[in-house]
């Protein structure tokens, strides 16, 4: 309730004072998974700026405060309510999604997806996805651990939530690329955190503590890196490891802490997505949605390997 009570205020906000204290013609949602990662912030600034760009619309950046499946629902059924113009949604839950979806394409709203689709049968709810093919970045993670550790090994997938379409894609393409002669995961494994950053930590700590010498750590994303001074006391006690390449810590995404982890030697691979080209281009294809204009499905955005040899330059925006 005091979720749905923030999100009125906020809505009533927006229209009274929008972006410039001025009209605007087309109001585009574009909804995260969770308002309090820094991943998503990137895409709030591309969004932002193609508003500015294109002109005459606003980008209303709104999403759970934590990564909350049923709470995002509730913000897209809110949002198709107050009947906004055009919805860009990364789906925690893509099944759940799908559902409010269906409201969407009734009440005639242009929809894509963004960094996490719906799930095959469900992609006729929505125009376009712009992002990463997420099983591509699976494979990228899987050809680093191979890269370090040739003769192969153990391993742990740790992962968000069950029903999110991109991690699952992930794990796919990790486990597509493996040698399962050489490459064998630990019982228990992938663990799931939901995007709870502290729980990740914890499940991280105790898979480390429990397969003392386990030989790899492939995450489908970046959740033990968000808290980072936490993430750095506990990688401190296998530094030794990290830079022998005994122990292997592969992770998704090249945020700035990300990237201070992996010069520090916290981490042996980042494999990083384009948030912030995902914000701008979907206010672009959700004007041209508006104006009845095809578009193009999927729109493919590509991808940074970022290892401690190549960090200075390797990632794009």
Known sequence: MKMRLLFAVAAILSVAAPIGAEAKDKVFALVPKAMNNPFFDQARDGCMKAAKEIGGIECLFTGPPDATEQEQVEIIQD???????????????????????????????????????????DKGLRASYIGTVNEQVGMEVAKRAMALKPNGGTFCIQTGGPAAANMND????????????????????????????????????????????????????????????????????????????????IFVETLPMQMDLLRE?????????????????????????????????????????????????????
């Open 79 to 121: 949002l198709i309510t107050r009947k906004v113009d055009g919805l860009g949604v990364s789906a925690a839950n893509a099944p759940a999604v799908a559902k409010v979806l269906q409201r969407a394409k009734e009440a005639n709203i242009p929809v894509i997806t963004w960094d996490s689709d719906l799930l095959p049968q």
């Open 265 to 317: 030697g916290l981490s042996n691979g980042q494999v990083g997505q384009r948030p912030f080209e995902m914000g701008y281009r979907a206010m672009y294809v959700l004007n041209d949605l508006t104006q009845g204009k095809s578009v193009q499905d999927p729109i493919t955005i590509g991808l940074d390997v970022c290892t401690p040899d190549n960090a200075a330059g390797c990632k794009a925006k």
């Open 170 to 249: 992930r794990i796919k393409g990790m486990l597509e690329t493996l040698p399962q002669d050489k490459w064998k995961q630990v019982a228990g494994c992938p663990v799931y955190n939901n995007d709870d950053f502290p729980l990740s930590l914890s499940q991280l700590a105790d898979i480390l503590a429990k397969y003392p010498k386990i030989d790899a750590v492939l995450d489908a994303g970046g959740a033990p890196e968000m808290v980072t001074q936490a993430y750095r006391q506990l990688m401190a006690k296998y530094a030794d490891r990290l830079k022998s390449n005994d122990l292997v810590m």
